[in-house]
């Protein structure tokens, strides 16, 4: 059964660029599936952000697309999101998940959560 | 966008009850590419069921799903003490792939 743990900086300075890594256990990431970032507000819904193939085709949300890039680096058993442009509003629990269909999550991490604050 | 709305907002029942929460769509979501979505408190989701009906693997067999287009439903048939929590419904037919607000269950 695979595992999955998010890894990154709690704290973002507005305007900044949000780096996190996802490192996955237990399966191969070239060997299926999609790889995805999904993020939680506090207290809010969820909000998907984007998705990469085992073949490392890129998915991403159109209201964010513009400061996403999502990447696959399967010899390291890893997926990393890069956020630019941070502001309060992208302050959210942070979610790296994996499933069968793009967006769709049969496996998450634990989360971290991220706040964008000076 | 297709605009996932839930109902209701909150429901309240008592364990050995049955649950039926709602998931209304704004467009037809194609192929029944509707999940659903169990969030304990202080955890991560979990998923119940994909393809608007199949159950996810491990998933206790008092979880059903049914629906499609745009009316979609989850039931619960007998509420045991860890289903009270925030349920989410999700397509994944159309990007963006949304979320519904979701629906909590609360202990009556």
């Known amino acids: 059964q695979w595992h999955l743990r998010e890894s990154g900086p709690g704290l973002v300075e507005p305007s900044e660029t949000l780096s996190l890594t996802c490192v996955v256990s237990?399966?191969?990431?070239?060997?299926?599936?999609?790889w995805s970032w999904i993020r939680q507000p506090p207290g809010r819904g969820l909000e998907w952000i984007g998705s990469v193939s085992h073949g490392g085709s890129t998915y991403y949300n159109p209201s964010l697309q513009s400061r996403l890039t999502i990447s696959l680096d399967a010899s390291n058993s890893q997926f990393s999101l890069r956020l630019s442009s941070m502001t309060a509003a992208d302050t959210a629990v942070y979610y790296c998940a994996a499933g069968g269909g793009i967006s769709v999550a049969g496996g998450w991490g634990q989360g971290t959560l991220v706040t964008v604050s000076s | 966008e297709v605009v996932l709305t839930q109902s209701p907002g909150t429901l309240s029942l008592s364990p050995g009850e049955r649950a039926t929460l709602s998931c209304r769509a704004s467009?037809?979501?194609?192929?029944?590419?509707l999940a659903w979505y169990r969030q304990k408190r202080g955890q991560a989701p979990r998923l119940l069921i994909y393809?608007?009906?199949t159950r996810a693997s491990g998933m206790a067999d008092r979880f059903s799903g049914s629906g499609s287009g745009t009316e979609f439903t989850l039931t619960i048939s007998r509420l045991e003490p860890e289903d009270f929590a925030v349920y989410y419904c999700?397509?994944?037919?159309?990007?963006?792939?949304?979320f519904g607000q979701g629906t909590r269950l609360d202990i009556k």
């Open positions: 999700q397509q994944y037919s159309i990007s963006p792939y949304s």
């Open positions: 467009q037809t979501v194609s192929n029944n590419y």
């Open positions: 237990g399966y191969s990431l070239s060997s299926g599936y999609y």
């Open positions: 393809g608007a009906s």
